[in-house]
């Protein structure tokens, strides 16, 4: 089930892209907030047709919770790899206990790149993700900065994830048994 109109307006007006009134209807000002949206994020054309399915749904969602539970994180930085190829870069909606706890590492080690996120399918396979893998479910992410370029350094980022709330596992190249890891963590949530 889709949000409502008037959640979606409010929404849409938290990201600047909604000017008009909070209403539920789905006026020329809503449709052509849903196309910025689109315009912005979106990377293959026939994605951009300003209709709201469920592909802008979890876009907008996204959008929104990366906005309201972190303080220094873009959109753009989750986005699926596969380069609009098998989708739209945003096939699941982001935990929101993800993005707290990386907040959290990034408020307490500065710069924490993300080197996977989100994951369609397709690329997950690609990459040789394991099938339930939880960045298909917008639960996980490979991080890495400075810090993990030294295993001592991955350790360090690994127990503070552990001490993080609703944190569930991490794991790093640790005497090659994630070579394709590379100085990357892998941290995911419940």
Known sequence: MLLSIKKRQRYLKTLGYYKGEIDGRAG???KAAYKALQDDYFTREEDRDGVYGKDTEKLLL????????TK???????KCKCKGKHCTGYPEVLDINLL??????????????????LRCKKHNSAVGGSLTSRHKRGK??????????????????????????RQ????????????NMGSAVHVDVR
């Open 72 to 78: 220094n994180f873009k959109l753009e930085e989750f």
């Open 62 to 69: 996204n959008a929104y919770n990366v906005k309201t539970y």
């Open 168 to 179: 569930r596992y991490t794991y790093c190249n640790e005497n090659g048994s994630y070579p």
């Open 28 to 30: 020329k000002l809503t």
């Open 100 to 117: 707290k706890n990386l907040q959290s590492l990034r408020d307490r080690y500065g710069s924490i790149n993300i080197s996977s996120g």
């Open 140 to 165: 996980a992410a490979d991080i890495h900065n400075s810090i993990t370029n030294t295993l001592s350094g991955r350790k360090k980022i690994m127990a503070s994830w552990k001490t993080l709330p």
